[in-house]
């Protein structure tokens, strides 16, 4: 996590901070909570720590920036893998979660060649905890998890957000059917993966890319469900998978 990534659809990865608290079933399996309980316990739970970060840290966007604006390429920064960017507490950790969003808005002012991918499921919070500013950058990218058809809540609170950079969903963990919703610019898809997984239809995906032709939107693929998911049978023949434009 941080300059090299595994995620296929994005360059780097970025953590305020480690630590959530689950807020739907998209939680249930979640790969971040299950490797932050083997690295560094205690920091799930709605009155567990949080893990913060020191100056090298934040210095490393700044560092991918540069190099980013030396080569005349953008880079995508997803934000956050280990933790959700609009989590909020009403405690002293919650102080802290305040106080180091502050200094992600700053990093994000600062990184003009990098494009923030921000993901919640929390979106809900955009506009009471994300700057009018911050949102009017192009290099801002609003995101939320929608697992199936009955969090699709979750992508009006994007539409109802005024913001400059395209919106998106993460369709991850693939739960039940969902169809395309307008305004939403970029589709990510993947599959649950590991031994008790909850499997996809590929039919789900095949609707949603009727709905993403019809509405102009990008769908990109990461993978099927399956203890080990790749990109196999029906995922691979009859999907398009569109790699969204850099800006």
């Not at 180091?100 to 919640?120: E, F, H």
């Not at 919106?167 to 919703?181: C, D, K, M, N, Q």
């Not at 993966?193 to 909850?198: F, M, N, T, V």
Request: aromatic share 12%; glycine share 8%.
């Amino acid at each position: 996590m941080g300059e090299r990534t595994t995620i296929s659809w994005c360059d780097h990865t970025f953590n305020p901070w480690w630590g959530c608290v689950e807020v739907s079933p998209a939680c249930d399996h979640c790969y971040a909570r299950d490797f932050a309980h083997r690295t560094s316990p205690g920091l799930w739970g709605h009155e567990a720590s949080r893990r913060f970060f020191g100056d090298r840290h934040w210095t490393e966007p700044l560092r991918w920036s540069r190099r980013a604006e030396a080569a005349g390429q953008r880079r995508r920064v997803f934000c956050a893998s280990m933790a959700d960017v609009l989590e909020e507490r009403d405690d002293v950790v919650g102080r802290e979660l305040d106080q180091t969003r502050q200094r992600l808005w700053s990093t994000i002012a600062g990184t003009p060649a990098l494009d923030w991918l921000l993901l919640t499921k929390r979106p809900q919070n955009y506009r009471r905890l994300v700057p009018a500013e911050i949102l009017a950058r192009p290099n801002v990218w609003p995101g939320t998890t929608v697992e199936s058809a009955d969090y699709t809540w979750r992508a009006d609170a994007l539409l109802n957000l005024d913001c400059a950079g395209p919106r998106w969903v993460s369709y991850e963990p693939t739960l039940g059917p969902l169809s395309a919703i307008p305004g939403i610019a970029w589709y990510i898809v993947g599959g649950e993966s590991g031994p008790i997984h909850r499997p996809m239809d590929p039919a789900w995906i095949e609707g949603l890319l009727e709905g993403c032709r019809r509405y102009g939107a990008a769908l990109f693929v990461k993978q099927d469900s399956g203890r080990w998911p790749g990109k196999q049978g029906r995922i691979a023949d009859a999907l398009w998978v569109q790699e969204f434009p850099r800006q």
